[in-house]
């Protein structure tokens, strides 16, 4: 069973432009929120993170956006690159499952020249 | 962030062998790693959870008796995968948590197995 929903799938997006991936999940005692970025081959590498007392935080071009209330979060991109096409997942995780991640199914991003 | 290593970074084994899978801490003590296993354009699936000095917890379908965890110190975790058949082909990545308590996770560079 798939406790976060992340959509799209794929994105091309031009490079400059503003890459947005979403993600939902239902179990509210999750309360912490990491964004990862995989390249082929590789392993995940943690991008950003937040918890849920705050409604945004940024880093850099990245930044996410967390609505408690409705359950969602999201990744922004700003001024997107080609060395950004990779596979972003987001997931979640809870203090009384041992802090394990339940990994979103994955955005494969792809930033056109 | 951590430094996390993985050994082999690949490796290829005839059906009904075992294969074993390092994951090391390099740059600090971890008290819970975790093993995942991603099949191709797939998403992460956890397989267990790994605390030091104490026995894996396993997620539920993943067999404890075909997939051998070992914690034995802080900055070392072996996966073994016993008698392995082609459909434990996959990638296998592990990940660790620092202090106690601590909710981010670092992974390591993945083992890609592929079992003929």
């Known amino acids: 069973q798939q406790q976060v929903k992340q959509s799209p799938q794929s994105l091309i997006v031009q490079k400059g432009g503003i890459s947005i991936i979403n993600c939902a999940y239902e179990?509210?005692?999750?309360?912490?929120f990491p964004w990862y970025q995989q390249f082929p081959g590789k392993g995940p590498a943690l991008l950003i993170a937040?918890?849920?007392?705050?409604s945004e935080k940024k880093e850099g071009r990245f930044t996410i956006s967390f609505n408690k209330s409705a359950k969602q979060f999201s990744l922004h991109i700003m001024d997107s690159q080609p060395g950004d096409s990779a596979t972003y997942f987001c997931?979640?995780?809870?203090?009384?499952?041992?802090?394990?991640?339940?990994f979103g199914k994955g955005t494969s991003l792809l930033v056109t020249p | 962030g951590a430094v996390v290593s993985q050994h082999p970074s690949r490796v290829i084994c005839k059906s009904g062998t075992s294969v074993k899978i390092e994951c090391r801490s390099l740059d600090f003590q971890a008290t819970t790693m975790f093993w995942y296993r991603q099949f191709p354009k797939k998403s992460l699936m956890l397989m267990a959870t790994?605390?030091?000095?104490?026995?894996?917890?396993?997620e539920q379908g993943v067999e404890k008796d075909k997939f051998l965890i070992n914690h034995a110190s802080l900055t070392l975790s072996t996966l073994t995968v016993t008698s392995a058949h082609p459909e434990d082909s996959s990638f296998y990545i592990c990940?660790?948590?620092?202090?106690?308590?601590?909710?981010?996770?670092?992974f390591g560079p993945g083992t890609r197995l592929t079992v003929t």
């Open positions: 997931a979640a995780s809870m203090k009384n499952s041992g802090y394990a991640l339940n």
């Open positions: 179990n509210t005692a999750f309360d912490y």
């Open positions: 937040i918890r849920p007392d705050v």
């Open positions: 790994s605390n030091e000095g104490s026995k894996a917890t396993y």
């Open positions: 990940s660790l948590a620092g202090k106690r308590g601590s909710y981010e996770q670092y």
